[in-house]
């Protein structure tokens, strides 16, 4: 049934440009606002990401805003942990009891035995990492070693600036390699489409015949957790049939020489057995690439995603597009570098605060160097001397997720006493779920900070009920990293006793002896956003006025040729192909082969228990990771949980369209539902990420509350230390062994 028309002309309608919170796309929306409710949503013409179109998630943002199963108070636990019993309290009561009891922790155990977790956050995590470094804990952490830090992180080692803006309009090609935007960021999907009506070609790199993949020209249907050996072998063929730009690497890179040498070995025939392609189809591939330049290789997290594998696989994705010279070129990846005309996140972070006694003592920071502090610190130090501005540390230096769930359940190097959760559920979102959850049980004192009731909040002391789109301002900024931005106002104001994120930090700051004029000068986030805005010169007296006035979008002037006179932002002023960050931090300088993501993988009792190949952490419509699994209007859409499986092999294990069947690793089994696809490869399963049942009853003492071990697939990802990628510490989703059977009658839930 169409909506019916909104009387424009109605004077008591506002029409208030918002934002859409429910990916990190941050599409514009108009909020029609009338008596102070939001009357209806709809994409903002006028927005350069969307041009007025939301996808599913972003239509049922009136349904998120006042949903029956919102948290609207703060909650206190009565009784037991996990016995779901609560007491409504205040902000100001609860506040005041977290502060008390983290006063304590901090007295009795030092400020590290405090961490800090973060998940969708798509704005103001840097408020957390503030708060964190004026308590004095370096362990704020956050699933986003998954999703993009890693590959910004190595990029940068390499170029000084990770060149993650692609100038599409005048590529030749792009390459999605482990992307897959028609399922998860429509934006992206219809710039695409768009380039490629103008004569773009579009090549796919991926296991799965995706949405995506459908539009390419070419799919490479590599085996999942190959990235690596593809990566090189791609190298092996650009140098070797003189496809690169020689002019580039002699003038503008270093260790062109030495790599040329070290990828000698990495032949296509040599990756066709690891890749499950044939010696033409990666020659193909990488001819293709090079021989239609400028071309882009954007991101996409696949990646991120391979444990051990990972940072050698980025930093050989980054060579590839670095001796091609398609860095800063028109039609190439583009390094816009930091916002230098507005307040990056950096400067909110109070980074010098933490001393670096307590920078020392970052859980994870001895064995994964690159995205903890000392990596982090190195990076920091070299764009503050060529850019003048860093990355954010809330994202680019975490305490390493799997070290902390050690740290909590082992009491190794120390014991993590307390617990922040914001804006995640962890046993949903990181690695080894069933590790993640025993840590939540465990932890001496929790708090999580939600939207809903959750198998995390349900183990809290103390749940914060969070405000969420229409109801607080964003400013989507890509964190500092990029030189645009684009702003919302808030439509509404939070609605019955909800708080934004901003708000707890600060709150919880002011009551631990951090300063109201010094350390939190805000006091609400359009006063913190008007000091982002207010170095751009623009004329404007307020946020609110960024927004109505100028129509919430930046841009600062950009010269992509710049490096051509004054070097790249590196400590040699050139592309470092053999990189000198990462030898200072102890790693090889060069991308080296290591097998496949899961560390007991290749051996061959593992092999024959585990016989196919799992991959999973991909997006898929209409869910954005954990998220939205309670609106009945989008859960009608996707019911259930489907795993993707090749008819020839489901056939051969007697597995039927739609039979519940259990997918099992070495760490666990899920049930999904089999659907049978000839778009995957018949020695690969792919399994949807997110799952959980919001809609259980639960039931006193119960282990899986919610479901959320039942079909999630981070019960099978890989994240014990020797699983996790040596440079950066990210876990692995995919390349991992697993075996498939049904599940017997009675047993399907
Ligand atoms: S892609 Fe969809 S969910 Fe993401 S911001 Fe846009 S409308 Fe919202």
New binding site residues.
């Given amino acids: 049934m169409s909506k019916p028309p909104i009387d424009l002309n109605d004077p008591s309608i506002e029409a208030c440009k918002s934002t ?1 919170f ?2 990190h ?3 514009g929306t108009i909020a029609y606002v009338k008596d102070g409710e939001v009357i209806r949503v709809e994409g903002d013409p006028d927005h350069s990401t ?1 041009r007025g179109g ?2 599913s ?2 239509n049922i943002a009136l349904k998120h805003l006042d949903h029956p199963d919102r948290i609207n108070t703060p909650l206190k636990r009565k009784g037991e942990k996990g016995a779901g019993q609560w007491e409504e309290i205040t902000w100001e009561q609860a506040l005041d009891e977290i502060a008390e009891r983290l006063k304590v922790i901090r007295e009795e155990s030092g400020a590290e035995a405090l961490a800090t977790c973060g998940g969708t956050v798509r704005t103001d995590d840097w408020a957390r990492r503030r708060f964190m470094n004026l308590f004095g804990s370096p362990n704020s952490f956050h699933n986003a070693l998954l999703c993009w830090i890693p590959t910004f992180m190595i990029e940068t080692a390499v170029s000084g600036w990770s060149p993650f803006g692609a100038d599409l309009d005048n590529a030749r090609i792009a390459v999605l390699w482990g992307a897959n935007p028609g399922a998860s ?3 992206t999907m219809r710039t695409l489409t768009d380039c490629q009506k103008k004569g773009m070609k579009l090549m796919v790199i991926d296991p799965r015949y995706t949405a995506t993949a459908a539009h390419a020209d070419l799919w490479v249907p590599l085996r999942p957790g190959s990235d690596l050996a593809l990566a090189l072998a791609w190298l092996n063929v650009i140098i070797g049939e003189y496809l690169y730009d020689e002019d580039f690497c002699r003038d503008y890179c270093t260790g062109f020489d030495e790599l040329a040498e070290h990828v000698k070995q990495y032949t296509p025939q040599w990756a066709a057995p690891l890749t499950d392609l044939t010696p033409t189809q990666i020659r193909e591939s990488a001819r293709m690439y090079a021989k239609n330049k400028p071309g882009s290789i954007m991101w996409g997290t696949s990646m991120d995603q391979q444990g051990r594998a990972s940072g050698a696989a980025i930093h050989a994705r980054a060579l590839i597009r670095a001796i091609m010279g398609n860095i800063n070129v028109t039609g190439g990846d583009i390094q816009t570098g930091p916002g230098l005309e507005f307040m990056v996140d950096e400067e909110f972070e109070c980074n010098d605060v933490l001393s670096e006694e307590q920078r020392a003592k970052q859980l994870g920071s001895d064995k994964y160097k690159l995205c903890t502090w000392p990596g982090y610190g190195l990076i920091r130090d070299i764009a503050l001397d060529t850019w003048g501005a860093a990355p954010p540390s809330e994202w680019m230096c975490e305490a390493n997720a799997p070290s902390v769930w050690r740290a909590i359940l082992e009491g190794e190097p120390y014991r993590v006493r307390a617990l922040i959760c914001c804006a995640t559920n962890p046993v949903n979102s990181y690695g080894d779920s069933k590790v993640v959850l025993e840590a939540l049980k465990k932890v001496e004192f929790l708090v999580t900070c939600e939207y809903w009731m959750t198998s995390a909040a349900l183990y809290a002391d103390y749940v914060m009920p969070i405000a969420g789109a229409l109801e607080r301002p964003v400013i989507h900024n890509n964190y500092g990293c990029a030189t645009v931005f684009h702003g919302g106002r808030r439509a509404i104001s939070p609605l019955h006793d909800r708080g934004t994120d901003f708000q707890f930090w600060r709150g919880l700051g002011l009551r631990l002896g951090q300063d109201d004029e010094e350390d939190w000068p805000w006091e609400c986030e359009e006063e913190a956003y008007f000091d982002i805005v207010y170095p751009t010169g623009l004329e404007i007296e307020s946020y609110d006025e960024f927004v109505d006035e100028i129509g919430g979008s930046y841009s600062s002037d950009f010269n992509p040729n710049a490096w051509r006179e004054e070097g790249f932002p590196t400590r040699s002023g050139k592309v470092e192909l053999k990189s000198s960050v990462l030898e200072e931090l102890g790693y090889p300088g060069l991308p080296t082969y290591v097998g496949a993501p899961e560390a007991h993988a290749e051996d061959p009792e593992v092999v024959e228990s585990f016989p196919l190949i799992l991959t999973t952490g991909g997006g898929f419509m209409p869910f ?1 990771h954990s998220e939205e699994f309670n609106i009945k209007e989008l859960r009608f859409l996707r019911p259930d949980p489907y795993f993707d499986i090749n008819p020839e092999t489901a056939q051969k294990l007697g597995i039927k369209k739609k039979d519940w069947c259990w997918i099992e690793t070495m760490r666990g089994r899920i049930k999904q539902r089999a659907c049978l696809t000839n778009g995957i490869a018949p020695n690969t399963i792919y399994t949807q990420r997110g799952w959980w049942y919001p809609e259980r009853t639960l039931t006193p003492g119960e282990d899986d509350p919610f479901g959320v071990l039942e079909s999630n697939t981070n019960v099978l990802t890989a994240a014990s230390f020797e699983d996790c990628d040596p440079i950066s510490g990210t876990w692995a989703c995919r390349g991992l062994r697993c075996r498939v059977y049904k599940v017997q009658e009675g047993g399907a839930r």
């Fill in positions: 859409c429910f990916c796309t941050n599409c969307n939301l996808c998630r972003g960021v429509l934006p954005h």
